[in-house]
């Protein structure tokens, strides 16, 4: 059974600090991995998708990597601002047509 | 192009009643999935209709039902509902089926809470 796990469960830092959320899993017969952002109350934005044949994937200050053997992914973000703070979840889609999500990050970015 | 738009975005209702949380994808998507969003249990997977099939099925009781018209338009139907039932569904939409390679796009989600 694939589990999913996201560490730490909340990070506050400073403006301008540069960032790495952490995402984790357990088994590697993955076919993507996307992270997605949510603001308190709402839907989930869809940020980066990784297929399981590549390696990272890039969009504007955010980088997201995947390595498979290790279970791991990373999403990476630049120059944080204020109004990337949110949660940052990373989910897993696999054969069984559904996504698997971790419990996500919360960020606070503060001033 | 506008977004996966979920109504109501809001409901309150009371033990043992029923809800019908509606969904409607992207223009041209044809895979809907349903998700519950609760702070014990994060996100959960309820099911996936594609071309009004139900394609894939969470571990949820019977109570929890669905469906999708020819339209991709879906909804997700709640009988007897529980006070455990209280949560934020959200609904996603892709291109194709399952999450085989497409990015999933999800709605605001409907907020229910069951007094």
């Known amino acids: 059974k694939q589990e999913v796990t996201q560490i730490p469960a909340a990070l506050s830092v400073p403006e301008g600090e540069n960032l790495v959320l952490n995402c984790s899993f357990t088994?590697?017969?993955?076919?993507?991995l996307q992270w997605f952002r949510q603001d308190p109350g709402k839907g989930l934005t869809s940020l980066l998708l990784i297929q399981s044949s590549q390696r990272e994937q890039t969009s504007g200050r955010l980088n997201a990597s995947l390595d498979k053997s290790s279970g791991r992914s990373t999403l990476y973000i630049a120059a944080s601002q204020p109004g990337d703070s949110a949660t940052y979840l990373c989910?897993?889609?696999?054969?069984?047509?559904?996504?698997?999500f971790g419990q996500g990050t919360t960020l606070q970015v503060k001033p | 192009k506008a977004g996966v738009t979920q109504t109501p975005r809001y409901l309150i209702k009371t033990r043992g009643q029923q809800v019908t949380l509606s969904c409607s994808p992207i223009?041209?998507?044809?895979?809907v999935s349903w998700y519950q969003q609760t702070p014990g249990q994060g996100l959960q997977f309820l099911f996936e209709y594609f071309s009004e099939t139900q394609r894939n099925k969470g571990n949820f009781p019977g109570r929890f039902s669905g469906r999708q018209f020819s339209n991709s338009r879906s909804e997700m139907n709640v009988s007897t509902l529980e006070l455990g039932d209280s949560a934020l569904y959200l609904c996603a939409s892709s291109l194709k089926q399952g999450t085989l390679t497409d990015t999933q796009y999800f709605g605001p989600g409907t907020r229910l809470t069951v007094l």
């Open positions: 989910a897993l889609g696999g054969n069984t047509g559904k996504l698997i």
């Open positions: 223009s041209g998507h044809r895979s």
């Open positions: 088994d590697s017969a993955i076919y993507n």
